[in-house]
């Protein structure tokens, strides 16, 4: 992870991203889970976004 400094601070930026639709359960754990892996992982390379954990 990359940190930024400037004369009197250092700091390095993680966020926390919750992806829950409402009927998470039935829709999710069922055929989708592996596609919306596949589009937030590939969103992130885009990006240049390290994912750290993803479960």
């Known amino acids: 992870m990359d940190k930024n400094t ?3 601070t ?3 930026c993680k966020y926390h991203i919750v ?3 409402k009927y998470r359960r039935q829709v ?3 055929n989708i889970k592996a596609d ?3 589009i937030l992982s590939t ?3 885009r990006k240049g976004v390290e ?3 993803a479960e």
């Open 28 to 30: 999710i754990y069922g």
């Open 6 to 8: 400037l004369s009197h």
């Open 36 to 38: 919306v892996a596949n």
């Open 51 to 53: 994912i750290i954990e």
């Open 43 to 45: 969103l992130c390379k």
């Open 10 to 12: 250092t700091w390095e």
């Open 19 to 21: 992806f829950a639709p």
